[in-house]
């Protein structure tokens, strides 16, 4: 599992989905996610193909999730993934940092990430 202290997104790998939520809440997941439309973006990880989808919560209402095709990894933007995973905080404790210092390292990663991103996306359209 990875977590983006830029954006507390958090990219969660097909293992790590696999030990920690439940298996008919990740089936319908999944299903949900894999039968949606191109999210626009590579995998961070794999650079995969990300799709997304609406997922129907517990709670009547729909969660738009983002999936990479080649890994299997799903995206879960800021808190997305609680009610898939009630107990995320005790299962991987996130600690936030406010101090200037890791602000400002944050916002450069994000912004190297985002380069990153867009150069291996032309260089895909290149080909």
């Not at 790590?16 to 089936?27: E, G, I």
């Amino acid at each position: 599992m990875q977590y983006c202290p830029f954006c507390h997104g958090i990219l969660a790998s097909d293992r790590w989905l696999t030990s920690n939520m439940r298996q008919p809440t990740l089936r319908n997941v999944r299903k949900a996610v894999f039968d949606g439309e191109p999210a626009g973006y590579r995998c961070p990880s794999c650079h995969g193909e990300m799709v997304k989808g609406p997922v129907p919560t517990t709670q009547g209402t729909n969660t738009e999730v983002d999936g990479c095709l080649k890994c299997g990894s799903l995206w879960f933007d800021n808190r997305e993934i609680e009610p898939f995973v009630p107990d995320i905080q005790e299962i991987a404790p996130v600690l936030e940092r406010d101090d200037p210092l890791s602000k400002t390292i944050t916002s450069v990663w994000g912004a190297i990430t985002s380069i990153k991103h867009r150069l291996i996306d032309a260089s895909d359209q290149e080909e």
